[in-house]
């Protein structure tokens, strides 16, 4: 079969050779529909490579759709013939075949093309993610990527009484109004923060980018006893200064997004199969590429400034222009 | 009446000519049986007022038990004559009067003496800071100072299945062990925290330290989807650098300590106060001081690695030799 | 001032000659805009005043909204002059000023008209009764009534997947589909529940209706380890006989619905509060009566075969035709 | 094999030429150390087999501890040699080896033998039933049989400030003072329940007795908002007629208790295995019979009033005399 495969630091190795995989106990083989591209973990993972050490341990490529070709031993949640979306396969979703566990598959509504539903992997994520907004609560969302809208539709879904999000690109949060969202604002000076004209004390903010500055910003933003969900991965810089003081004073709850046990994410994924027919996808996905110009869609995602360090910023001042999720088809 | 206050940096104002205060709508005014030092806050607050901003905005003197002396309009928990204790008052607990809100007024049992019953103040705070700690959990506490000592007997009530607590101090880890901890730990190495000895894969760790060493030590005691709990206060040390990628693929939660609502508080007041008459309080008091010399306490409670900043450490390299609870005798 | 009072069994005592109560501590007093008429309560107790119990218990009127006119000590979440709606007052709600307690007293939304605004009473106890339904869950939703109505409101945005609801009346199911029910059952056979046409393994099922058969219905409706919410008083037959060897295999849960501890009313009302703005509330209001014409409001209201025991059905065979909620105006 | 299986109504069935089980997926074999006999379900199958539809639907048997002998495909909790107790086999317990899911098995501390071990299935129960136990509440236990005893147990363990527990028999409540009840009331007058001497304004009350009168007792003794926990089968008097109009007016919750989902077992069982080491049991266990005896044993334990309706009581007044549970050895 067709595989993209990540062999070093930029370094893309292609194969029309590569072994379908055949799965074990509790495991589903994937006929890959489409995949989309990471906007953080693949695109980091691409980026650094061999520099920074978790890079190495995560699967490149972890966004799929598509069909179930076989299943393992003991598989009793899927069958062949099944459409499906996976929460991280087991091996490179950029190939014509992925394996996946059995808990990683959900079922992929009937109406919906495998290259939106990819998008659907973060789903179960954002149900995780928003694990403690109540009914009625004021919720702030940072960076209105995919995973920020993701989120901003299940806050809305769980009752939040006010969602105010904030980007740089004043061409997302179009979508983030048209999604839900109560406010939009638009940052600007670097995407610096405030409280003007953001609002203060939130029930639970939310860090859908994942940067130094906005994960402090989070613990600005809510009230006493508030929560802070760290949701944008910190994959550049890993180590954040926190003021604990201040933390403390406000009695300071944080949730990580990811669903960390099997359990958690089988919760998560049954959750997600309910709500996976009301979730809009389309307004996520921007464009499809065949499975060959991978490297060109991971370019255009490389023009992102977070790819960068909070030091040592990139070239470019935002997240890639007017783009969202961009889908891989083999 | 009398009273200490804090006029400076290491510099308490004495006066026997102090108005007693009177008390506002849903104020309480207690006639102090006792106050024990905080060994937190109280001693940071006296090292450092004026260098560190928080170090001013805190009471000198928070942990309180009395008699209560009058109550200002609306209050209907306390009235004249009952025997309390006071989580936080409004005005220095090193006097003969103190005034408190309502909501941090406790009753005392009949059969706890003031010294012991102001020790009853950190009950409350451990209820809140214990609320993720679920039966059968396997917890770690490190540190057991006196919040430490009255977590371990939340934690114990809450149904641990097993509780681990570690400290420099073999002297306190006696105490431990009487108050239920199933395992002690004799911390060496300048306090250095391992999982070996102490274990891994704890469902709850929780640092009832408060520096940047044992924070990041509790993250890599829990499991999965764990919760870490910000028990001691970063006074000194107040921005601690976390590893936010860790945090992550851990799925991992925080919780802070301290009850930052007047709902939060009165929840864990009321709790507080049912479980009060079977918490051991003796073994967390050591002495008791007239309090014309409440600088003596002080001072022997300044032995403390803690109120040195973990690049530059004090003089002593431990906690007070010997030393739980000191408490101050109007 | 003018006021109505239920004085025995279909026997409402009218005087312009009331005195105007006076609030005492933490009380509030209200200038009362309008009543809307309790479909269950109101109709009960002029219909068994005297006959059972309870009815001679609880407030006549208790629907209001209007303006505050005084409070009385102690009192900081309303000021004279504030729009409010009230979830069961202290005195007759059909009178030109009424006495409440100040936890039970909400803030009226800018754009909502006093007769609209009476039925926000009902959000609160939504908000409260619905506690149960988590992100995703399947509900059943029995009786679309005002009360039925308003729950299901609050049910979609706590994010059920699926609500499912069922009434005598096709009338009132136009209504739940507007609202975002998801399926509406139109009930015949005298209003017998069956999994057929409705469904099974709800997760939650609702009775919004108060009998003997709703109740047990419910619990056939809802899955293993499913919650049962009895919504609808049991005013007529209060004492239902249930099947508890079938609640012990499903593992039942069984919630109230009222929120019977202050605590529990100040946070449904605190939630209320923020859901308010957005609630649809016209739907539910069917017309407006002058203070004076409440008998005729009351006589609509009492073609309910819900004022009849189940054994001795009475001479109307359903809810009051083409009508919801009735407004008084002072 | 031996075993014993019941063949109707108050007919045991013998053989000692039954096939061994043979495990399939996810399925585990046991050879039985001992079995415990269930004082309510095997008492009532016993007794009214084919009179009672329920009767033929659960195992006769259902309490063992022994060694695990065999596993099926996929099991990963159990290998043979492992010593386990099992919450409901498949197959007959009063056997030499007995059926199990894998779920429904727990590891068996190594210093408890078999015949206290079997009573170890009553953990996994009382853990889930006690789910709405929190720290500080006051807890009401109607009953002390095994079940009463064990949840005594786990309500100690939860943090309950004071268990109130009540039985007919006072040599049963000895049992209970010294494992954690923190009062004892002999009924009389028939097991008449009354707030005069138990109490009232109880968190929870568990009927872990499970008649018409127990269970409407419990609603008397808890205060607003309060958990009635259904523990105690109703096999006998399976209709029971409540009033729901004070379960509106207290805004009670009520918890059935058992585990009725996969997930729910797999839970309650994680906590079981972890909290089991600290479980006393031999106070539970009055004596043990060989298999062949069976007979016997259920005629003991017959001699119950429970096992007759509560119109028509039977001969004798009270709990089987001096006897808790009985063990069964192959």
């Given at each position: 079969?067709?595989?993209?495969?990540?062999?070093?630091?930029?370094?893309?190795a292609?194969?029309d050779?590569?072994?379908?995989?055949?799965?074990?106990?509790?495991?589903v083989?994937?006929?890959?529909?489409?995949?989309?591209?990471?906007?953080?973990?693949d695109?980091v993972?691409?980026h650094y490579?061999g520099?920074?050490?978790?890079?190495?341990q995560?699967?490149?490529?972890?966004?799929?759709a598509?069909?179930v070709?076989?299943?393992g031993?003991?598989?009793?949640?899927?069958?062949?013939?099944?459409?499906?979306?996976?929460?991280?396969?087991?091996?490179?979703?950029?190939?014509?075949?992925?394996?996946?566990?059995?808990?990683?598959?959900?079922?992929l509504?009937?109406?919906v093309?495998?290259?939106?539903?990819?998008?659907?992997?973060?789903?179960?994520?954002?149900?995780?993610?928003?694990?403690?907004?109540?009914l009625?609560?004021?919720?702030?969302?940072?960076?209105?990527?995919?995973?920020?809208?993701?989120?901003?539709?299940?806050?809305?879904?769980?009752?939040?009484?006010?969602?105010?999000?904030?980007?740089l690109?004043?061409?997302?949060?179009?979508?983030?109004?048209?999604?839900?969202?109560?406010?939009?604002?638009?940052?600007t000076?670097?995407?610096?923060?405030?409280?003007?004209?953001?609002?203060?004390?939130?029930?639970?903010?939310?860090?859908?980018?994942?940067t130094?500055?906005?994960?402090?910003?989070?613990?600005?933003?809510?009230?006493?006893?508030?929560?802070?969900?760290?949701?944008?991965?910190?994959?550049?810089?890993?180590h954040?200064?926190?003021?604990l003081?201040?933390?403390?004073?406000?009695?300071?709850?944080?949730?990580?997004?990811?669903e960390?046990?099997?359990?958690d994410?089988?919760?998560?994924?049954?959750?997600?199969?309910?709500?996976?027919?009301?979730?809009?996808?389309?307004?996520?996905?921007t464009?499809?590429?065949?499975?060959?110009?991978?490297?060109?869609?991971?370019?255009?995602?490389s023009a992102?400034?977070?790819l960068?360090p909070?030091g040592?910023?990139?070239?470019?001042?935002?997240?890639?222009?007017?783009?969202?999720?961009?889908a891989i088809?083999?």
């Amino acid at each position: 079969m067709k595989r993209y495969e990540l062999a070093g630091r930029r370094k893309l190795a292609w194969t029309d050779q590569a072994a379908v995989p055949v799965p074990g106990p509790a495991e589903v083989l994937v006929r890959v529909g489409a995949g989309t591209i990471c906007n953080r973990s693949d695109l980091v993972y691409y980026h650094y490579l061999g520099e920074r050490e978790h890079c190495g341990q995560g699967v490149f490529g972890h966004e799929i759709a598509g069909t179930v070709e076989a299943v393992g031993a003991g598989v009793s949640r899927a069958v062949p013939g099944d459409r499906v979306f996976v929460r991280t396969p087991l091996t490179s979703g950029f190939a014509e075949f992925a394996l996946a566990r059995e808990v990683a598959v959900g079922k992929l509504p009937e109406q919906v093309p495998f290259t939106a539903g990819a998008i659907l992997q973060l789903l179960p994520l954002a149900v995780h993610a928003t694990r403690g907004v109540r009914l009625g609560d004021r919720v702030a969302i940072l960076g209105q990527g995919p995973v920020g809208l993701m989120t901003l539709q299940v806050a809305v879904r769980r009752g939040a009484a006010e969602v105010v999000v904030a980007d740089l690109d004043p061409w997302r949060l179009e979508r983030s109004a048209s999604l839900g969202a109560h406010r939009t604002v638009a940052l600007t000076d670097g995407g610096r923060v405030d409280r003007d004209p953001i609002g203060a004390e939130f029930d639970v903010a939310i860090d859908a980018v994942g940067t130094p500055h906005t994960v402090n910003a989070c613990v600005d933003l809510v009230r006493c006893s508030g929560l802070v969900v760290l949701l944008g991965t910190h994959h550049v810089d890993t180590h954040v200064a926190v003021d604990l003081i201040t933390w403390e004073k406000k009695g300071l709850r944080v949730h990580t997004a990811a669903e960390p046990t099997d359990t958690d994410r089988a919760a998560a994924m049954a959750v997600a199969e309910r709500l996976a027919p009301a979730i809009a996808l389309t307004p996520l996905l921007t464009e499809s590429y065949p499975l060959e110009r991978l490297p060109d869609a991971i370019e255009r995602l490389s023009a992102s400034s977070l790819l960068y360090p909070a030091g040592a910023p990139g070239p470019y001042p935002g997240p890639p222009p007017r783009t969202l999720k961009l889908a891989i088809v083999p």
